[in-house]
């Protein structure tokens, strides 16, 4: 990928050629690559009796032997000197453990980086090895796509031409290109400081977006959003403007004369908390909890990367993406505790911190998202660090008004390798939203349970008859990455929808219900 430069162009398509070889790889095979990645099971010695280099790599194994998760690196003689990793996993492994192990085997890929890499499988049965396989190489396109670099000085870095898969097992290396790229993109717009990604900035890059894909888009400002009684949205951006908006893109699938829909009701909409910079306002916060709150904007980016990827891979369903642009600045206009303000759906919302400014921002933009009648909204925000206290930043929290979709949501999270944990909605909960003076407070005094009662209040702003789910992003950023991405930035919840969107059962459940409804 290109050094970044100022002007935020995001990063292209990594131009990787995929091709698949129905049998293991040969001496011949071996020189022309730069590097092959090995997969295999913990503790099986003949696993690798058919390889050329079996030799070496067994002994290798004997010296230092390999638990599932470990990874083992060597240099081939008698080749070109290609560097062989060697990554274990166990036949049991969960779809994450797998992705884990990817990660470690692409740290390996030393700069500049190989041009060619090759992929073998052994010692599985060929579910395990389609999942193998699907996980270095989801590895491999993710490592094509950096995190922006300032230096005046960049590191020479090799891009990766193609990726040779030596098994019968057929992954979809369209999807995982898709994937990476959009997760690419998400990691690229949350890197940049604040002073490049602003609000205004952010909606030029959606737009240019929108153009090479072919999507509608339309802009609400603050004069069209006090018009529409954006009172919530309205209070958070007053201290600074600097372009905040709710940014509206539309896909609609092809119809049947080759012709791309424009109306009609989304089947799913994709909310993201677009905060460019938090500085909690009135309610300031300490210099350590402010210093990456430039990042604080991840979770519309997971919305607009998201719908890409959908429309890049033609999805047969319409998607809307509502990214909710601002910034929570201080000033002498800011909004404070004990302000009272009237959201767009009517309900007044009693201030108590500022720094709340998430799901003040989100309230007005789900409920303009719902005007839309999808079947399907699911919102995504850096919104609570009590569900980085809950879970750390390896899970996801999920909310949602469905309890029955509860087991859904989590499974779309062990198959992707992107993990979720449900948290409750009881309705008991709402109790500590209780103000005497307006219909809700805004959050509780205190910071128990605040993910859950974030959750209770954005509940407020979805109506009942349409399903939502609500995720709090701990693993948008982690020191070392997590999984299959190696950044700090992780892009974390492209993956996780692609899979719950086009592999579950939901999408199908959401059709069903339309037409026995109408």
């Given at each position: 990928m290109p050094r970044a430069s100022l002007d935020l162009a995001l990063p292209r398509a990594a131009p990787i050629r995929a091709t698949r070889v129905a049998r293991l790889p040969t001496l011949r095979d071996m020189s022309a690559l730069d590097t092959i990645l090995v997969i295999g099971a913990p503790a099986v010695r003949t696993q690798f009796s058919k390889l050329p280099f079996a030799k070496e790599l067994q002994r290798l194994l004997d010296r230092r032997p390999a638990e599932s998760g470990a990874v083992r690196v060597l240099r081939l003689a008698g080749t070109t000197s290609p560097l062989c990793v060697f990554g274990v996993v166990a036949r049991a492994a969960t779809m994450f453990e797998r992705l884990l192990t990817a990660g470690r085997m692409t740290r390996e890929l030393e700069d500049p980086g190989p041009r060619r890499i090759g992929v073998v499988c052994v010692g599985h049965d060929s579910a395990g090895t389609s999942r193998n396989i699907e996980a270095v190489?989801?590895?491999?396109?993710?490592?094509a796509y950096r995190l922006p670099s300032f230096k005046s000085k960049a590191k020479r870095r090799t891009v990766v031409s193609e990726l040779r898969?030596?098994?019968?097992?057929?992954?979809?290396?369209?999807?995982?290109?898709?994937e990476a790229h959009a997760n690419g993109i998400v990691r690229w717009l949350t890197a940049f400081p604040a002073n490049i990604l602003s609000p205004a900035r952010y909606r030029k890059e959606a737009a240019r977006l929108a153009r090479q894909h072919g999507w509608r888009m339309r802009f609400y400002g603050r004069r069209e959003l006090a018009r529409r009684g954006a009172g919530a949205f309205l209070a958070v951006t007053?201290?600074?403007?600097?372009?905040?908006?709710?940014?509206?893109?539309?896909?609609?699938?092809?119809?049947p004369k080759g012709a791309r829909g424009t109306r009609g009701a989304p089947t799913v909409a994709l909310v993201g908390k677009g905060v460019c910079f938090d500085t909690g306002g009135v309610n300031l916060k300490s210099h350590r909890?402010?210093?990456?709150?430039?990042?604080?904007?991840?979770?519309?980016?997971?919305?607009?990367?998201t719908l890409a990827a959908l429309t890049t891979l033609k999805a047969p369903f319409g998607v809307d993406a509502w990214l909710a642009l601002a910034e929570n600045q201080i000033g002498p206009h800011?909004?404070?505790?004990?302000?009272?303000?009237?959201?767009?759906?009517?309900?007044?919302i009693q201030?108590?911190?500022?720094?709340?400014e998430g799901r003040m921002l989100l309230a007005d933009t789900l409920t303009l998202a719902a005007r839309s009648k999808p079947r399907l909204i699911i919102d995504y925000a850096t919104l609570t660090s009590a569900c980085v206290t809950a879970l750390s930043e390896r899970y996801a929290g999920v909310f949602t008004n469905q309890p029955g979709l509860r087991g859904l949501l989590e499974e779309a999270g062990v198959t992707s390798g992107e993990r979720v944990w449900s948290f409750p909605m009881d309705a008991d909960f709402d109790s500590d939203l209780e103000s005497r003076v307006a219909d809700?407070?805004?959050?509780?005094?205190?910071s128990k349970a605040d993910h859950i009662l974030a959750a209770r209040f954005l509940n407020r702003f979805v109506p009942k008859t349409i399903t939502w789910a609500h995720f709090d992003l701990a693993p948008a950023q982690r020191a070392g990455g997590l999984g299959h991405v190696t950044t700090d930035i992780t892009g974390f919840g492209v993956r996780y929808t692609l899979g719950l969107l086009l592999d579950s059962r939901l999408v199908r459940k959401l059709a069903t219900r339309r037409s026995r409804e109408r």
């Open positions: 190489s989801a590895a491999i396109w993710a490592r898969v030596f098994h019968a097992a057929t992954v979809d290396q369209r999807r995982l290109a898709a007053q201290a600074h403007d600097a372009g905040a908006g709710i940014v509206h893109l539309s896909y609609r699938p092809m119809g909890s402010m210093l990456d709150m430039h990042t604080d904007m991840s979770g519309s980016a997971v919305a607009l990367a800011a909004y404070k505790p004990q302000d009272v303000v009237r959201a767009m759906n009517g309900t007044t201030v108590v911190h500022s720094d709340a809700i407070l805004q959050c509780s005094v205190d």
